[in-house]
Nanobody, 122 residues
């Protein structure tokens, strides 16, 4: 499966952004799409995940209640709505795909998008 991430930008603290992850190629209802982020000098960390068929979701504690992951089946696209953004949300955001399971580490995901920069100023 190929992934194309978009939607990043620069906002002030408290603002909102919506990221998109368009999937193409060999996908199935068993797939799980996740968002990760990586700040300079830090390891890539899990943000949110959604199962394509069941719409089950899971969030990291740092974004729970502020970010919402969703998918549009007709467009084969997963979204990450980010509200109440904080400077510590600044990072390159990546979407990734895995054929099922619930692993939350980068090693659990075989397909990755190219990343999109999110910058939140105070």
């Amino acid at each position: 499966v190929q992934l194309q991430a978009s939607g990043g930008g620069s906002v002030q603290a408290g603002g909102s952004l919506r990221l998109s992850c368009a999937a193409s190629g060999r996908t199935s209802s068993n797939y799980r799409i996740s968002w990760f982020r990586q700040a300079p000098g830090k390891e890539r960390e899990f943000v949110a995940t959604i199962k394509w068929s069941s719409l089950s979701t899971y969030y990291s504690d740092s974004v729970k209640g502020r970010f919402t992951i969703s998918r549009d089946n007709a467009k084969n696209t997963v979204y990450l709505q980010m509200n109440s953004l904080k400077p510590e949300d600044t990072a390159v955001y990546y979407c990734a795909a895995a054929p099922g399971g619930w692993g939350m580490t980068p090693a659990d995901f075989a397909s990755w998008g190219q990343g999109t920069q999110v910058t939140v100023s105070s």
